[in-house]
């Protein structure tokens, strides 16, 4: 036999070696994924919305993501108020007890406002501590100016 054709032979038969040990490996694997076909299905962890700011986080006394006076009682509003529309709502209403109770039965009434219950004194107190009308007159007075004397 020629030299070339044994060579080409042995090209042959590495070829289909090679060929052969690709199926095998080709059939385990998908004898494999026919036993567990959760092999194939990767768990995607849905992404959350990156947040810039912290639900909790109070700086120079305000609820940072609401923009409300970080006292005793915002929890509740923020809870209770804040499921319906923005605390910047609440921010720019101001009133005395009275206001914030009729404005709560107002919503309770026309807008589905649920029951607070023990709560809705908390947050009334909370409300008139901290959004309570401001009386003041068409400017604030002056203070801490060095005036001088007029000359003629």
């Not at 038969?13 to 026919?34: A, D, T």
């Not at 194939?40 to 609820?63: A, C, I, N, R, T």
Request: charged share 25%; net charge negative.
């Amino acid at each position: 036999m020629n030299k070339e054709l044994i060579n080409s032979l042995k090209g042959l038969l590495g070829l289909l070696l090679g060929l052969s040990i690709f199926l095998v490996v080709f059939m385990v694997g998908l004898l494999v994924i026919n036993q567990n076909p959760e092999l194939l299905l990767s768990e995607v962890e849905e992404e959350k919305p990156v947040s810039l700011v912290q639900d909790d986080l109070v700086k120079d006394g305000v609820h940072v993501a609401t923009g409300l006076v970080a006292k005793e009682g915002y929890e509740l509003v923020v809870a209770n108020c804040t499921n319906c529309h923005a605390a910047d709502l609440v921010i720019q209403n101001r009133g005395d007890k009275e206001h914030w109770v009729s404005l709560i039965n107002w919503m309770q009434e026309t807008q589905g406002l649920w029951d607070l219950g023990d709560n809705e004194e908390k947050i009334v107190a909370y409300l008139s501590e901290n959004y309570a009308p401001i009386q003041k007159g068409r400017r604030a007075n002056l203070t801490d100016i060095e005036w001088y004397e007029l000359k003629d």
